[in-house]
């Protein structure tokens, strides 16, 4: 799906509703709207390439309830926080990891 079948979800899709702050903060964020989003398990993913098996950037933003967001990589929790600290929180783990590769 692109971003703007995620930016405008169906509303029974109640995992797209309930990520709809994080999605918008997101798609916000030139670095990231160049990326592919997804969705696994009610989790936001970002891809690096298209199709299904390209590589995941292994850093998920969950619904964690009020507005606020999980973010993890690669099982490891890294914070829990509303929309725009979730997504600084993403490009950091993101630079984090391009730095170390």
């Known amino acids: ?3 703007r079948g995620y930016l405008d979800p169906n509303p029974r899709a109640r995992h797209l509703i309930r990520l709809r702050d994080v999605l918008e903060a997101a798609y916000a964020e030139p670095r990231l709207r160049a990326l592919l989003p997804f969705t696994s398990h009610e989790a936001l993913g970002f891809r ?3 199709g299904s098996s390209g590589p995941t950037l292994g850093i998920s933003v969950v619904p964690h309830g ?3 967001y999980r973010v993890v990589q690669h099982g490891c929790e890294l914070g829990i926080t509303d929309s725009a600290g979730a ?3 993403v ?3 993101w630079d ?3 730095a170390r590769a």
């Open 66 to 68: 009020d507005d606020r």
């Open 91 to 93: 490009l950091s783990a």
């Open 87 to 89: 997504v600084a929180l």
């Open 96 to 98: 984090g990891a391009s």
């Open 48 to 50: 690096t390439t298209i």
């Open 1 to 3: 799906m692109t971003w």
